[in-house]
């Protein structure tokens, strides 16, 4: 297996899984940074919480796997959301996730979080329009920004859109920060503890250890949730999977980088335990859809060495759920279940929505209206009839498409037991991934990443 910068170097909290059955206000399924902020700002509001998460470590999941920038500049996104929403919609997004980054700031420790400029890049005259329909964006909902041809990149550029006032974080240590203060507030955190049930009518779970969990409130924090099926979210949302790889350097930049023709790329750099790393990510492709990854390795390996004369030391792939309308989906999962609330659908920009998250699933517990004006913007209930429709038919087109032909094509490979797609071998990462919903099983067919909770079956 491969394995990220952050895990590598640093050492992430493992607790004691759930052993006796037990109640709780407030079940938090998956130890990531949006379930981990949600834990903490919950129990700080004094609410019983109890969160539970399937590996081993907290934040070995897509938090641990992430290029950990802390910004509001989510690559060519607002002039898109100018088009598909509002601009009253498209300010408040970029508002939120600003506001996140302050809150940020003035919550972590130094030695996890720093300050930087994040800037989207360009080398052809078609990224050239783009970043300029972006940067209009910007002036119509006020952003702060400038245009340049200066970058510090080692190589040129055509032009760069520079945000200033971002940051970028060590996702592991700031996932270590929030479980230690979230337990001396008196929330319950437990890893290797896998749900394997939930009685929804009924507001319990049960673990793999047959364990259970009688909730007033559930929140879903697991990347894909396990009831997405209800109200069809699970048609509603699309997986991709990107790669980064990471090598020492001689020094940091001052800032993050973006770059928005084809194939895009992530640069940034990072300084653990007195070492400077390079971190460079890129090539996306649909989840499960590749049976062998290596090449998109390899050419990220090579732009490294090529660009930055330098050896990568570590790689690693990331997953990402994309929603129809760019917006992701927190909150309440719909009318009929007001119990059950769920986040995901960051689309690679995790970071800062995972602080906008915890802040609206807080408010939505204890009643605050600090949160009100993003209640509706990111709720999973919101109507998009036509944008949904369509992705539905996208993701479910392609889902029926792989069930049949999967059968047709590994009819001797194991089968998901998320919906009994074939699941295909991926030689770079030594992982079973099912294209259908992009679950991930080890070697060994034990589960990586859901929406599965079973593993595999191996012969």
């Not at 059955?21 to 700080?44: E, M, N, Q």
């Not at 995790?350 to 602080?355: A, D, K, L, R, V």
């Not at 295909?424 to 990462?429: F, G, L, R, S």
């Amino acid at each position: 297996m491969t394995q990220s910068l952050w895990l590598a170097t640093s050492d992430s909290i493992s607790l004691t899984s759930l052993n006796a059955s037990t109640t709780c206000d407030v079940c938090i399924i998956g130890g990531g940074l949006t379930g981990l902020y949600t834990a903490y700002t919950l129990a700080k509001s004094g609410v019983d919480v109890v969160l539970l998460e399937a590996n081993t470590h907290l934040g070995h999941g897509t938090t641990g796997h992430s290029t950990g920038k802390l910004t509001a500049q989510h690559s060519l996104v607002y002039s898109e959301l100018i088009e598909k929403l509002s601009v009253e919609e498209a300010r408040l997004y970029y508002q939120l996730n600003q506001l996140a980054i302050e809150k940020a700031m003035q919550l972590l420790p130094k030695n996890s979080v720093q300050q930087v400029d994040s800037l989207l890049y360009c080398q052809t005259k078609t990224g050239y329009a783009q970043i300029l329909k972006e940067w209009n964006a910007y002036k119509v909902l006020n952003i702060k920004a400038k245009i340049t041809s200066e970058t510090e990149l080692p190589f040129p550029i055509t032009k760069a859109l520079s945000m200033s006032q971002q940051a970028q974080i060590n996702p592991v240590e700031v996932c270590n920060f929030l479980a230690k203060e979230a337990l001396s507030m008196g929330a319950k955190l437990y890893t290797n503890t896998r749900v394997q049930q939930l009685n929804i009518s009924q507001n319990n779970l049960h673990t793999e250890n047959n364990m259970s969990v009688q909730y007033n409130k559930l929140i879903l924090c697991s990347h894909y949730p396990i009831e997405a099926f209800k109200g069809l979210h699970l048609f509603k949302l699309s997986n991709s999977r990107s790669y980064m790889v990471a090598s020492k350097i001689n020094e940091t930049m001052q800032g993050q980088y973006l770059c928005v023709d084809f194939p895009s790329r992530s640069i940034r750099t990072t300084t653990i335990n007195n070492e400077h790393y390079l971190v460079l990510g890129g090539a996306n492709h649909i989840a499960g859809e590749k049976a062998n990854t290596e090449p998109y390795y390899e050419a990220i390996e090579g732009e490294m060495r090529a660009h930055f004369e330098q050896e990568p030391i570590y790689r690693w792939s990331a997953q990402d759920i994309e929603t129809p309308d760019m917006i992701p989906y927190v909150g309440r999962i719909s009318k009929s279940q007001p119990n059950v609330l769920i986040a995901t659908g960051y689309r690679k920009w995790g970071i800062s929505n995972s602080f906008v998250a915890g802040d609206i699933l807080s408010s939505l517990i204890t009643g605050s209206r600090s949160e009100d004006g993003a209640i509706p913007l990111y709720s999973p209930a919101r109507t998009k009839f036509g944008a949904q429709f369509m992705q539905m038919l996208k993701v479910g087109g392609f889902v029926a498409k792989e069930f049949i032909s999967g059968y047709l094509r590994h009819a001797n490979t194991p089968t998901c037991t998320h919906l009994g797609c074939k699941t295909k071998w991926n030689e770079a990462d030594e992982t079973w991934d099912c294209p259908c919903h992009g679950s991930r099983f080890n070697a060994k067919g034990e589960v990586l990443e859901g929406p599965a909770v079973q593993p595999l079956k191996l012969e």
